[in-house]
């Protein structure tokens, strides 16, 4: 029941874009999306909701597609600040959220 | 408000000692989740509550678990009998029941079994 991540890893220069894949074999009410740097707890970015919707958070971005029972997250013109580890968490009908196992992203100078 | 807030933030037992964690909430939230995480993975749902009642509690979770949320406010997480492969970070979140927002973490208590 835990939602697949692709990639594992990712290295970006600073400015270059990135996307981040959140997969799931059962049917989704919605899809979050976090980020954790290290020795830190997750932080909540954005939530989409099942309806097929895409939101945007300043450069970052992410979309919904409930028939494929998939989300992305498209992080634009990368700052340093965006390294970290990237999770999805997908919550079905019973309302609690499983988490995918976390894409680390890497932005360099 | 200061968010959500676990104590204690590291703990070390020794093998086969019992340990309790708690979880202050944000005050509005009715929503406690417990999460357990490991180096190099996402967080593994352990259970939640909605106010005072235990809603689901996962399967992978053994019956030395257990958790508490006595008046729809904090939350104790119990393990009994603990085994080094309890060390971990247990990470607490609420949420309101809409959802719409999101989960706040808190800092999480990191447990070390020796």
């Known amino acids: 029941q835990q939602p697949v991540q692709s990639p594992q890893a990712v290295i970006l220069r600073e400015g270059e874009d990135a996307v981040i894949n959140c997969s799931s074999s059962k049917a989704l009410y919605s899809v979050h999306w976090y980020r954790q740097k290290h020795g830190e707890a997750p932080v909540f970015l954005m939530i989409?909701?099942?309806?097929?919707e895409q939101k945007g958070h300043d450069k970052i971005s992410a979309s919904f597609n409930e028939k494929k029972q998939q989300s992305s997250l498209y992080l634009t013109a990368s700052q340093l600040s965006y390294s970290g580890t990237y999770f999805c968490?997908?919550?079905?009908?019973?309302?609690?959220?499983?988490f995918g196992a976390g894409t680390r992203l890497t932005v360099k100078p | 408000d200061t968010g959500v807030s676990q104590d204690p933030r590291h703990k070390i037992t020794k093998r086969g000692q019992n340990v309790t964690f708690r979880c202050d909430p944000i005050s509005e939230h009715n929503r406690l989740y417990w999460y357990r995480q490991t180096l190099g993975q996402g967080p593994e749902f352990l259970t939640y509550f909605q106010n005072e009642a235990q809603l689901e509690k996962s399967r992978l979770l053994s019956d030395r678990f257990s958790a508490e949320r006595p008046k729809g406010s904090f939350s104790t997480l119990e393990i009994q009998r603990t085994e080094q492969g309890d060390s971990a970070m247990y990470l607490c979140?609420?949420?309101?029941?809409?959802?719409?927002?999101?989960?706040?973490f808190g800092s999480g208590t990191r447990l070390t079994v020796v």
């Open positions: 979140a609420s949420s309101l029941f809409a959802g719409t927002n999101g989960y706040t």
């Open positions: 968490g997908t919550v079905g009908n019973n309302n609690d959220m499983r």
């Open positions: 989409l909701l099942k309806g097929g």
